[in-house]
């Protein structure tokens, strides 16, 4: 019996911010006084999406594939990590039906770059922007988010066999 397989996955990331560090979201730079601190470039919202597809296809998590112990990571485009997590699925037969996110950020504000977001990361994945969901929220100044020392981020996503 050849059943297609249907299977959900979920991530959540968080980076410290600091002044004077590039801020890089969903694959773009986003203009901001503050940047995320990480190994890499520090996208929180493209780790997310990278955790919810490796747990997805059941292939452990983003620390597992690319340690931060490891130099060659080191400040690199998380776009070429998501592309690398992008070509695993697909090695094993899996296809991106659906992402949605949520990015938990004072400052600034992620809704007038959605779009340009959307329009990146579909092209690294190769679907279709229309199949990615990137939503934003503050913290209503509660917590770490609301006193903006931090971003966070969570993803869901839908992949079939």
Known sequence: ???MKIRTG??????QLQPGLPFWLGGIEVPHTHGALGHSDADVLIHVICDA?????????????????DPQYKGIDSKRLLKEVVRLLTERGY????IDSTVCLEAPKVNPHIAEMQR???????IDADDISIKATTTEKLGFVGRREGVAAYASVLITK
């Not at 979920?10 to 980076?15: K, P």
Request: proline share 3%; aromatic share 10%; net charge negative.
């Open 1 to 3: 019996m050849n059943s």
């Open 10 to 15: 979920f991530g959540y990331d968080v980076h």
């Open 53 to 69: 597809l490796l747990g997805a296809a059941n292939l452990r998590d983003i620390g597992f594939h690319f340690p931060d112990t």
């Open 95 to 98: 296809t991106i039906s659906n």
């Open 120 to 126: 990146v990361l579909a092209e690294v994945m190769g």
